[in-house]
């Protein structure tokens, strides 16, 4: 197949997902609370936030037309924070429409300015700004504050401050730089706090979203794991009836979570094409294979491609020329066993929620990304999507995979790039031998930090093989080997991420390992940049 045409197979499959694409709708019978984004760092947290509460709730652009909220028939209505000024010339705006619903509505920061501004309260630019943690008084609870101490901290970001409440709104709270930090109005269902309750910073935070969920709303809290699974079953079996299903099936938590909804649903009408092409962590090729064909019976073909995509990288060091390469390879290998599975009209993708949300998705016009385990699908290839977690965050996949008996390590696996341990091998080619050296090294890595108990604390570790060997003695001899690179990062979502403080006695341990278990190996390293300025990943 040329390149030309594999370019035209990926921008097809975009297509395909395009036109197939439905709106993420709250699931029947199942509370629903919006959350309007106004730009604000914090804004998907926020609905992950009021979904751990127990509630759905989705993210939507702010400019979204009102018919659309209308159609989902919400409880409740969050407005986000966001980066601007309220006098900004080119802010954000405020549709008035949406205080006047017939449902209770949260502003957060940004969003509880823009009401105090629309209904004539007062909101000035404050002499000094107050960002981090900040001390909050609450000098009357209300209801969104009930049961919250009179003393206690929060976090903050803006700058512009509100001076006074809306005519008939009482002040509730104040903080070290901003008089009125919360108010509500019970008679006309409108709350608005200046800090933010979706972080961990501040304390009360959750309590407050409940309060403003299930007391002010009347939520009932019944979002779960449980819930999720029942009401995707229902929905997969609606769409495929008795149709042939296949999956591209990568171990990773997504497609494994996906694979496994489907075949609880439709049972050996799905088939999992599974695709080793030699870059993935140690016996982790196995662990798919006993997992899905021996535990769970699943359909499984399992393609050994170790040897076809080694020679597609031999020679290529650029990390961008790597991933173009595997991701080419991984469209032939799909392609050929695709065909041989003749009749299938339907391929399962593991599209979570957050590849909804930044591909503009929340309109209900979705530009879906094609999924990296795919890669981009032939013309005559007109199979219909199967998403059952189109609607799910990481962490709600994750809660899924543990309600349907996916082991422990698979439900807990780490983020792995697509392009697996090949842009692991920084700055050289990705050769069987270093992939190899790679590979142990993050096996030691591993095992020393899940005996340690870190394993779930941390949001990555692994190890990066750069192209550079260095002088060391062993034995007395002199020795010119490898320096692997520790990576270990704590994050939430992976926008952000800080290097971990891992014990000095685990990182002996996993050195001396490395050191004495690997001949190939003479210096180990830790990468201590945080991100930004530097990328989780090296390549």
Partial sequence: MSQDHLVTASRAATELVDESAVDVEAPRAIDEVVVLDFGGQ??????????????????LPHHVDLEEIRRRRPKGLILSGG?????????????RRLLELGIPVLGICYGMQLIVRELGGRVEAAEVGEFGRSNLTVREQGRLLAGTPEEQTCWMSHRDTVFAPPPGFTALASSTASPVAALESVEQGIYGIQFH????HTPYGQQILTTFLEDICGCALEWSAESIVEEQLERIRAQVGDGRVICGLSGGVDSSVAALLVHRAVGDQLTCVFVDHGLMRKNEGDQVISAFRDHFKVPLVAVDAEERFLAKL????DPEAKRKAIGAEFIRVFEEEAAKLSGARFLVQGTLYSDVIESGGGTGAATIKSHHNVGGLPDDLEFELVEPLRALFKDEVRA???ELGLPERLVWRQPFPGPGLAIRVVGGEATKARLDVLRDADAILQDEIRQAGLYRELWQSFCVLP?????????????YGYVVVIRAVTSDDAMTADWARLPYDLLEQIASRMINELREVNRVVLDITSKPPGTIEWE
Wanted: net charge negative; with cysteine.
């Fill in 42 to 59: 914090y804004s998907q947290l926020i609905a992950r936030r009021v979904r751990e509460c127990g509630v759905f709730s989705e993210l």
């Fill in 197 to 200: 309750p979706e972080v961990v």
């Fill in 467 to 479: 192209d550079v060997r260095t002088v060391g003695v062993q034995g007395d001899e002199r020795t």
């Fill in 314 to 317: 031999r020679g290529v060091t």
């Fill in 83 to 95: 980066p601007a000024s309220v006098y900004a010339e080119n802010a954000p705006r405020l549709d």
């Fill in 400 to 402: 899924v995979g543990a």
